[in-house]
């Protein structure tokens, strides 16, 4: 089967690999019908190392597919079912998986090998989430659907950290994918005040009809100055930090209001940050945030979307078969896309 290996940055390849196999009885293989690029697959694409032995890294966590192979230990689905797997799988049975923190999961881990024509689902029962019958491979809601996997997920657990609801006012900083998503996101939870942080002028007026009230293109103290100017000097009660970049962090310190929340799901890239008096202490700041449960979100965020009313699916803006997959990346990674869709 063809599969996308990245082997060092900006070194994707498709390649011929054998189809993945059935290793323990609670996995099953999927027939990938839509995959996607992630934001945070840029991050090897910009700093991986070539590994000595010369082996690469199937890439791929975000999939949704059709059942072709049942480890033995797998109920509750047949054979051809269409469902979406979150990039965090586990067996939703543990304790942390019944709080609804899949990342935690004792039996857990993160998919891979998403962009290629098969993939193997461990903890397949507890991870796949199956999608009505009527939705098949031409269903326009796909994209949409695809996005219960990461980013939407991903997003909606940034607001709901973040403690977004009808009083709070939310920054939103990046205009990535994730970024427009929570601002979908705290629009669904009922935020009125949503200013969303982002130079991509195409992207922000996705933002705008995700429900961003005020756009701020401008970074570091100049953009900071303008979220004062929009809340009375004070700031937003909530901050959805959704880039993982120092700049981005620095700039939530300032842009939340005292007592306030600072929610991060952008991977972050640095291992240290200021906590101290002068950044979080002082003013009474929470922050919260990681890696997305996205499974323990999909029951609820579904119904918006197979009526219409959300369409998350508007973030992907580029569409590639498997082959097109290393072009993909660069499109990404030059901002040309927003992100990219792959029909296998
Ligand atoms: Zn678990």
Redesign the pocket.
Known sequence: MKANIMYAAGDVRVEEIPVPEIQKPTDVILKVVAACICGSDLHPYHKMHAHAHGEGEAMGHEVLGRIDVMGSEVSGFKKGDLVVVPFAY?????P??KEGL?TS????GFMTGCQAEYVRVPQAQ?SMFKLPDDIDENSPLLPSLLTLSDVYGTGYHAAVMGGVNEDTTVTVIGDGAVGLLAVLSAKKLGAKKIILMGRHKDRTDLGIDFGATDVIAERGEEGIAKVKELTNGEGTHVVLECVGLMPAYEMSLEAVRAGGVISRVGVPQYVEAPVGFASLFGRNITLTGGPAPTRAYMEELLPDILDGTLEPGRVFDVTVNLDGVPDGYKAMDNRVALKVLIRP
């Open positions: 586990g067996d939703n049975t543990c942390f998986c899949m999961c004792v039996n857990g507890g």
